[in-house]
């Protein structure tokens, strides 16, 4: 009988070492996010709409080309042009917040054909990935991070600059 409770009492042991706790990694996969770039383009529309080439990368540096137009012909050359800056930890961390939520592995754009409205297209390097997007109508699921890049791209204190990057497309 000890023998039997010895080998019983054995297993479990065994049993409950070899389970991981949560603390040991990450809870949940979708949690580990590796960002190394995003680039967005969004194009002008068949009216005053505005433009907006980003790009953010790992080092939290900021690069934006965009134009305002006061009118469908006239642009806003005060808060037109190409800026550059860095994100704040804060917003770092927002960023990386919202590119979690958004669930990058399944996000999907659904195609729209020709349209007068601005065009989307979201380019996020990623654990070793790279995820292409590109519509008129993006997902609901991209909102909260498209918002987000709006703000930065929008965000007046950005400092002019004259340097030209040419952004992936």
Partial sequence: MKKLTFSALSVVLVLLCSCKSPSAGSANPADDLTFSKLIYHLSKCNG??????LQID???NVYVNREFYRTKSTIDSVNSGRFKGTLSQGQYNKLIEVLKKSKLDSLEFTPVGITDVSETTLIVYYNGKRKYLHSARPAP???????FIKSVGNDRSLERTTEVKELEN
């Fill in 48 to 53: 005053t709409c505005p433009s907006m080439d």
């Fill in 58 to 60: 790992n080092n939290k």
């Fill in 141 to 147: 699921a991209a909102e909260e991070l498209i918002n």
